[in-house]
Structures are given as C-alpha cells and as structure tokens.
Nanobody, 124 residues
C-alpha cells in the first residue's frame, strides 16, 4: 500500500474555490488510478472524481463542470481544484489509490490505500 497525505482543506463561502492536494509516498504512484471521495456527517462516503495513470478523468455528476482532478507523476501528487462551491460540498475529503490502475472505479471498495482526510466547509 502507498501512504497518502491530503492538504488544502478549509472554510470558504458559497461560490468560492479551494484546491486540495494529495501527496503519495512512493514512485509507483504513477501506475495507480487515483481518486477523491468525500463523506459528510451521517452520510456514506461517496465518489467525487478519478484519474488513471494515463490521465483519463471521470467525475460524479454532482461535481462535473465545477471540479477538476489532475496529477503530477513527477511529484507523486494529485490535485482537486474545486470551483463554484456549494454548501452541499461540505465534507471530509479523502484521496485514495487503486493499485490495479483500472478506469472508472467509483466504489470505495476498489481503492486499497487511503489518506486521513481533510475538512472542506462551504458556508452559505
């Protein structure tokens, strides 16, 4: 498993932007599919966005057009740019790694490494 550390969460007003980062501990990061998930209080963890090692991207319908996922394999880092934030985006955001490198994985069960999470709060 790879160690993952998220950063960049915080408090922002509705309509604002935040950028999250996820740093991985090892060089094989470049072969993994990476993903962002989020979990609001009392809710199940849900998929937000994913990116394969070939940089194929896919999003949850709720964030498509507002969020952008990207990665820099030279830095072992993945990013999530979040624009036009809404109060319903408030959650703990987690980065995750799927060592199989598959495209389209959206279930948390298919990801085998997880970060500790970072809080994102959008005020109305």
């Amino acid at each position: 498993q790879v160690q993952l550390v998220e950063s960049g969460g915080g408090l922002v007003q509705t309509g604002g932007s935040l950028s999250l980062s996820c740093a991985a501990s090892e060089g094989t990061f470049s072969t993994y599919t990476m993903g962002w998930f989020r979990q609001a209080p009392g809710m199940e963890r849900e998929f937000v966005a994913g990116i394969t090692w070939r940089r194929l991207v896919y999003y949850a319908d709720s964030v498509r057009g507002r969020f952008t996922i990207s990665r820099d394999n030279a830095k072992n880092t993945m990013y999530l740019q979040m624009n036009s934030l809404k109060p319903e985006d408030t959650a703990v955001y987690y980065c995750a790694a799927d060592s199989s490198g598959r495209f389209g994985a959206r279930s948390s069960r298919t990801f085998d490494s997880w970060g500790q999470g970072t809080q994102v709060t959008v005020s109305s």
